[in-house]
């Protein structure tokens, strides 16, 4: 289990489910991951779900507001020094503003932006919450993937605001994979929607890790979710599948 006790600037640190039915979200995915759930009261008029496994903070939820649309979404934080700076150049980078930093009580505080691409991403500057206590494990955010239709506009993109390094795997998807990296460490990877993708928008999407994939299929599709994508193996990196909960978020899960 990689337990975490801080995040270097520039990496995945937090994710989090905006969702219109946070009882029934807890329960699903409490049943897949193993999740227990706490309500933190918050300065709204909803309560913030903090999710663990073993006691160790995983991920949250909460019940999404209605100018956040209609379809409930999860979403990715990355860990920034300075939140404002870093949402400002995002904008001067050609990305877009999506909400304007703010303080999350004494978490932290956060902002999100769109890249220039579409795919939308939080930023993160930690108060007392500084992420996830688990990442790359069973029951944890396990990768991050970007899927845009333009991968050199993503990489000029990133590498100017995070400082993140591409480079082309040849072993995954017959040299299609992308990989980013800061420091010689991996934090994500992309790849480039095509005509087999349909009309799927950029995202950012979150793969979970999980002991079984196709017993982790079973209980979603028990438990009312859906089948995205059908699982795959891919060599050197596991078995995966892209699922739906029973209100329509779209995550991934990946076998360790």
């Known amino acids: 289990m990689a337990e975490m006790t801080s995040y270097p600037a520039g990496t995945f640190?937090?994710?989090?489910?905006?969702t219109n039915a946070p009882e029934a979200a807890k329960t699903f995915y409490g049943e897949i991951f193993g999740w227990t759930s706490e309500d933190l009261p918050t300065d709204y008029e909803v309560p913030y779900s903090i999710l663990e496994r073993d006691g160790k903070r995983a991920a949250a939820l909460y019940e999404m507001a209605p100018e956040q649309g209609a379809f409930p979404y999860w979403a990715s934080y990355v860990r920034v020094m300075d939140v404002q700076a870093s949402a400002e150049q995002a904008v001067e980078l050609g990305g877009r503003l999506v909400m304007p930093a703010v303080d999350v009580m004494q978490l932290g505080r956060m902002a999100f932006i769109q890249?220039?691409?579409?795919?939308?991403?939080?930023?993160?500057?930690?108060?007392?919450?500084?992420?996830?206590e688990i990442d790359n494990t069973n029951g944890a955010r396990s990768w991050?993937?970007?899927q845009t239709r333009n991968t050199k506009a993503a990489t000029r993109f990133y590498h100017d605001l995070f400082g993140w390094t591409a480079r082309t795997s040849k072993s995954l998807m017959d040299g299609r994979y992308t990989l980013f990296e800061l420091d010689g460490k991996e934090v994500g990877g992309m790849i480039e929607l095509d005509a087999e993708w349909g009309s799927m928008p950029p995202n950012w999407s979150i793969y979970f890790g999980v002991e079984d994939c196709d017993r982790a299929i079973a209980a979603a599709k028990r438990l009312g979710g859906s089948?995205?994508?059908?699982?795959?193996e891919v060599e050197n990196v596991g078995r995966f599948a892209f699922l739906g909960d029973p209100q329509g978020a779209i995550f991934a899960i990946i076998q360790h």
């Open 144 to 146: 991050s993937e970007l």
């Open 227 to 232: 089948i995205v994508m059908d699982p795959m």
């Open 115 to 132: 890249d220039p691409t579409g795919a939308v991403l939080g930023l993160w500057e930690p108060g007392s919450l500084f992420g996830a």
């Open 13 to 18: 640190c937090w994710v989090d489910l905006a």
